[in-house]
């Protein structure tokens, strides 16, 4: 029998239970069930539906088809009230982490209720990218995806790192985090008039191999979760 992997377990728990009270808030409109993926060397929490191909291959962050394509495909895990994206990944070896991907993808655009009534939220956020002819419906946010991959540390690539602005952006963020740390880093720096009080969520630390080992990358820039 296999043995129960406990951080595995909590980092499930925890990403269930704060799903449901963002959910109850009415921050979270609609949510699938993370994928998991368990054999005797990993674990795995991730979305389902992957896809392959150029639309979301790492070169398309920060284009509108990659966010359509996502959004589509329901390649994600939870949908915000404005209809942007969240979706994760979490890979554990026993204890360990792994790797992890965490990706807020915003809405491109402001979809009204109209628009969402006559065509549905998904054709409808397709309508108004493709055929608006109003300035204002468009909204300029840069996606922000949160990586970490032990087994590549090095000048040039910080195992933990942050996506934004351009596809080879890697700003060193020292080392994984948690939903709850991800979810709070979004809901407070990018919803700040949400009612939300993320101060008493429980966090999780994570361990991870070579946790003391010293690299001098070639970014000075560092963000500190």
Same mark, same amino acid.
């Given at each position: $029998?296999?043995?129960?992997?406990?951080?595995?377990?909590?980092?499930?728990?925890?990403?269930?239970?704060?799903?449901?009270?963002?959910?109850?808030? !009415? &921050?979270?409109?609609?949510?699938?069930?993370?994928?998991?993926? /368990?054999?005797?060397?990993?674990?795995?929490?991730? @979305?389902?539906?992957?896809? *392959? !191909?150029?639309?979301?291959?790492?070169?398309?962050?920060?284009?509108?088809?990659?966010?359509?394509?996502?959004?589509?495909?329901?390649? +994600?895990?939870?949908?915000? +009230?404005?209809?942007? #994206? /969240?979706? +994760?990944? &979490?890979?554990?070896? !026993?204890?360990?982490?792994?790797?992890?991907?965490?990706?807020? @993808?915003?809405?491109?655009?402001? /979809?009204?209720?109209?628009?969402?009534?006559?065509? *549905?939220? #998904?054709?409808? #956020?397709?309508?108004?990218?493709?055929?608006?002819?109003?300035?204002?419906? +468009?909204? $300029?946010?840069?996606?922000?995806?949160?990586?970490?991959?032990?087994?590549?540390?090095?000048?040039?690539?910080?195992?933990?790192?942050?996506?934004?602005?351009?596809?080879?952006?890697?700003?060193?963020?020292?080392?994984?985090?948690? &939903?709850?740390?991800? $979810?709070?880093?979004?809901?407070?720096? &990018?919803?700040?008039?949400?009612?939300?009080?993320?101060?008493? @969520?429980?966090?999780?630390?994570?361990?991870?191999?070579?946790?003391?080992?010293?690299?001098?990358?070639?970014?000075?820039?560092?963000?500190?979760?």
């Amino acid at each position: $029998m296999m043995k129960t992997n406990q951080v595995f377990e909590q980092t499930a728990s925890q990403i269930r239970s704060t799903t449901e009270i963002l959910k109850s808030s !009415g &921050f979270v409109i609609f949510d699938i069930p993370p994928e998991r993926n /368990i054999n005797e060397k990993v674990q795995q929490l991730t @979305w389902q539906n992957h896809r *392959g !191909g150029r639309l979301v291959s790492s070169k398309s962050f920060l284009k509108i088809d990659q966010y359509l394509e996502i959004l589509s495909s329901y390649a +994600y895990q939870l949908l915000l +009230y404005d209809y942007s #994206i /969240i979706r +994760y990944s &979490f890979v554990f070896d !026993g204890a360990r982490i792994l790797s992890q991907n965490l990706l807020w @993808w915003p809405c491109p655009v402001h /979809i009204d209720r109209e628009v969402e009534i006559e065509f *549905g939220f #998904i054709e409808g #956020i397709k309508e108004k990218v493709n055929a608006s002819q109003n300035q204002s419906d +468009y909204i $300029m946010r840069s996606p922000i995806r949160v990586d970490f991959d032990c087994s590549n540390d090095q000048y040039s690539h910080p195992s933990a790192h942050i996506h934004f602005q351009h596809h080879d952006c890697r700003i060193n963020s020292c080392r994984p985090i948690c &939903f709850n740390q991800f $979810m709070k880093f979004v809901i407070c720096n &990018f919803y700040p008039d949400s009612n939300i009080n993320c101060d008493k @969520w429980t966090l999780l630390k994570y361990q991870y191999d070579n946790m003391h080992k010293k690299i001098e990358y070639d970014k000075s820039s560092y963000l500190w979760f």
